[in-house]
């Protein structure tokens, strides 16, 4: 049976990104100026998703990899690469 990826680095993405939504929060309670909050919402959209690529990558190259490489899986690991690929496109 194949390990998972360690995705132990990770950690210090989603950390940052909690901590923008602490910022948010902060900056709504405080009723900061709208368009400053969005701004920062937009941040932590685009941290979410760059967080998104980065699992997916690793996803890629070593579960489907592995997969691909021991015969094992193969066609489960690519179904859900496409489920992966048409919940990100919408």
Do not use: W
């Amino acid at each position: 049976m194949a390990s998972h990826p360690d995705h132990s680095a990770q950690i210090s993405r989603i950390n940052r990104v909690i901590g923008q939504l602490e910022a948010v929060k902060r900056k709504i309670e405080n009723q900061d100026y709208c368009p400053d909050i969005l701004i920062q919402t937009k941040a932590i959209v685009s941290a979410i998703k760059s967080l998104e690529t980065s699992l997916l990558e690793k996803h890629i190259h070593h579960c489907v990899k592995d997969a691909i490489k021991s015969g094992r899986d193969e066609r489960q690991k690519l179904n859900e690469l496409l489920q992966i690929f048409k919940t990100r496109i919408k």
